[in-house]
């Protein structure tokens, strides 16, 4: 029998214990914000990892600013040593899921199994995914209990919300660097046949345009900063939206129609401000003197931050030019610089192997549109040999009834657990 054999068998033989894994990931409810339960779901898996021969350890971010004694930023990071020294193979998920949302069928956080599948709030983003990543190692272990290197596995904070108590705190205190960690695999929810390579950058900025305040009856004795705004919102029309539609990217991004740099405008606030209700407050009659947008830029790694940057700024002032009395701020709020692992770096041919040889497909080379902690292992732990690669799909998560389909975590197992054969040679003489 030869290994992927081996494995599948292994792994066939836990689907109860994966299907009951996830169930119990999905009922301990982890919001966030504000972030809730991190403890709970940590106890759980240290309690799992620590009877299946993992050293663990609980590490709480406490200077991190998300944490506070009402809502703690716990980690966990489990590490397995093999017989000898080898290289170390992390595989990292965030317990975090996002608020619940109306318009569900079932309960959220009951994990109830239909149909082949689990559903709940994060049964695709990624307790799945973290579940799936657990029982592959287990059964690899068993396949292989003396092999050369060590496994390690980390439960997260915070992803929902940029990370920094999570992966972001354990790179800058030194737990994800090339010295302790050769290999990385984040299991997100991009598809059992999919080796998610990377992502495109973020830059968020506000925008201010300034006017006078006047009566509003006498709008002429004013200088109103929503008209202002409005043709800065014109210029983005005309000319910053076919010029962002221009800039293609060599970057396999799924969905296709994010194969090019993007902006979203978030948000347009001037004037009186709503009602916690989302009604109109009560306005008096006034010319607004100050109006803000706040926007979401994607870009590219053909592209960098500072011509990200200057692009808006240079419509900026080229509108100051033509416009009397045109004045603006702006204010960087936060940016991330894309990431992409080579294709032939060693824990992507690893992955790609192990999809053909068990799942007797192609792999698929992808980029994700959005961010995810891959970030902060590139650029705070300088670990370039990273991917993302879980079951479930990327389009349920953050839906109402979002589920995971429980073979699809079985796949991936394997996959995931026949990588780890791979890397980690067998000790035995
Ligand atoms: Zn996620």
Same mark, same amino acid.
């Given at each position: 029998?030869?290994?992927?054999?081996?494995?599948?068998?292994?792994?066939?033989?836990?689907?109860?214990?994966?299907?009951?894994?996830?169930?119990?990931?999905?009922?301990? %409810?982890?919001?966030?914000?504000?972030?809730?339960?991190?403890?709970?779901?940590?106890?759980?898996?240290?309690?799992?990892?620590?009877?299946?021969?993992?050293?663990?350890?609980?590490?709480?971010?406490?200077?991190?600013?998300?944490?506070?004694?009402?809502?703690?930023?716990?980690?966990?990071?489990?590490?397995?040593?093999?017989?000898?020294?080898?290289? /170390?193979?992390?595989?990292?998920?965030?317990?975090?899921?996002?608020?619940?949302?109306?318009?569900?069928?079932?309960?959220?956080?009951?994990?109830?199994?239909?149909?082949?599948?689990?559903?709940?709030?994060?049964? /695709?983003?990624?307790?799945?995914?973290?579940?799936?990543? &657990? &029982?592959?190692?287990?059964?690899?272990?068993?396949?292989?209990?003396?092999?050369?290197?060590?496994?390690?596995?980390?439960?997260?904070?915070?992803?929902?919300?940029?990370?920094?108590?999570?992966?972001?705190?354990?790179?800058?205190?030194?737990?994800?660097?090339?010295?302790?960690?050769?290999?990385?695999?984040?299991?997100?929810?991009?598809?059992?046949?999919?080796?998610?390579?990377?992502?495109?950058?973020?830059?968020?900025?506000? &925008?201010?345009?300034?006017?006078?305040?006047?009566?509003?009856?006498?709008?002429?004795?004013?200088? /109103?900063?929503?008209?202002?705004?409005?043709?800065?919102?014109?210029?983005?029309?005309?000319?910053?939206?076919?010029?962002?539609?221009?800039?293609?990217?060599?970057?396999?991004?799924?969905?296709?129609?994010?194969?090019?740099?993007?902006?979203?405008?978030?948000?347009?606030?001037?004037?009186?401000?709503?009602?916690?209700?989302?009604?109109?407050?009560?306005?008096?009659?006034?010319?607004?003197?100050?109006?803000?947008?706040?926007?979401?830029?994607?870009?590219?790694?053909?592209?960098?931050?500072?011509?990200?940057?200057?692009?808006?700024?240079?419509?900026?002032?080229?509108?100051?030019?033509?416009?009397?009395?045109?004045?603006?701020?702006?204010?960087?709020?936060?940016?991330?610089? %894309?990431?992409?692992?080579?294709?032939?770096?060693?824990?992507?041919?690893?992955?790609?192997?192990?999809?053909?040889?068990?799942?007797?497909?192609?792999?698929?080379?992808?980029?994700? %549109?959005?961010?995810?902690?891959?970030?902060?292992?590139?650029?705070?732990?300088?670990?370039?040999? /990273?991917?993302?690669?879980? %079951?479930?799909?990327?389009?349920?998560?953050?839906?109402?009834?979002?589920?995971?389909?429980?073979?699809?975590?079985?796949?991936?197992?394997?996959?995931?657990?026949?990588?780890?054969?791979?890397?980690?040679?067998?000790?035995?003489?």
């Amino acid at each position: 029998m030869d290994t992927a054999q081996k494995i599948a068998i292994e792994i066939e033989g836990r689907r109860d214990e994966l299907v009951s894994l996830t169930q119990q990931l999905i009922r301990i %409810p982890t919001i966030n914000p504000p972030g809730e339960h991190y403890l709970d779901i940590c106890e759980l898996l240290r309690e799992r990892l620590y009877d299946s021969g993992f050293s663990c350890e609980l590490i709480r971010a406490n200077d991190a600013v998300e944490d506070s004694d009402l809502y703690p930023r716990f980690n966990l990071v489990a590490r397995y040593e093999g017989s000898r020294r080898g290289d /170390c193979i992390h595989l990292n998920s965030h317990t975090d899921v996002v608020q619940v949302g109306r318009g569900w069928s079932v309960d959220p956080f009951a994990a109830v199994v239909r149909d082949g599948r689990i559903y709940g709030r994060g049964a /695709c983003d990624m307790k799945g995914g973290l579940a799936t990543s &657990i &029982i592959a190692a287990e059964a690899f272990i068993v396949c292989r209990p003396h092999f050369c290197g060590a496994i390690e596995i980390s439960a997260t904070t915070d992803e929902e919300s940029g990370g920094f108590s999570g992966v972001a705190w354990l790179a800058e205190h030194g737990h994800f660097s090339p010295q302790r960690i050769q290999h990385a695999i984040i299991p997100e929810p991009l598809g059992k046949n999919r080796i998610c390579l990377g992502h495109r950058g973020v830059w968020w900025a506000e &925008i201010e345009t300034k006017g006078r305040i006047a009566h509003g009856s006498m709008p002429f004795l004013g200088d /109103c900063a929503i008209r202002h705004m409005s043709a800065v919102l014109a210029a983005i029309e005309s000319e910053l939206f076919p010029l962002l539609a221009s800039k293609r990217t060599e970057m396999p991004v799924v969905p296709k129609q994010a194969r090019q740099s993007s902006l979203n405008i978030n948000s347009i606030h001037a004037g009186p401000g709503e009602t916690t209700d989302g009604k109109m407050g009560f306005s008096t009659p006034c010319v607004v003197d100050r109006c803000r947008m706040v926007l979401d830029r994607r870009y590219l790694v053909e592209e960098s931050r500072e011509e990200v940057r200057n692009e808006i700024i240079s419509m900026l002032d080229r509108i100051k030019q033509e416009r009397p009395d045109f004045d603006y701020n702006i204010r960087e709020i936060f940016s991330v610089q %894309p990431t992409l692992t080579q294709r032939d770096a060693p824990i992507v041919t690893s992955v790609a192997e192990a999809i053909q040889k068990v799942l007797n497909i192609d792999p698929e080379y992808i980029v994700s %549109p959005g961010t995810y902690d891959q970030k902060h292992i590139d650029r705070i732990g300088h670990m370039k040999n /990273c991917i993302a690669y879980g %079951p479930g799909r990327l389009e349920l998560a953050h839906q109402p009834d979002e589920w995971v389909d429980i073979e699809d975590m079985m796949d991936s197992a394997k996959v995931m657990a026949f990588t780890l054969t791979q890397l980690l040679p067998d000790a035995a003489p």
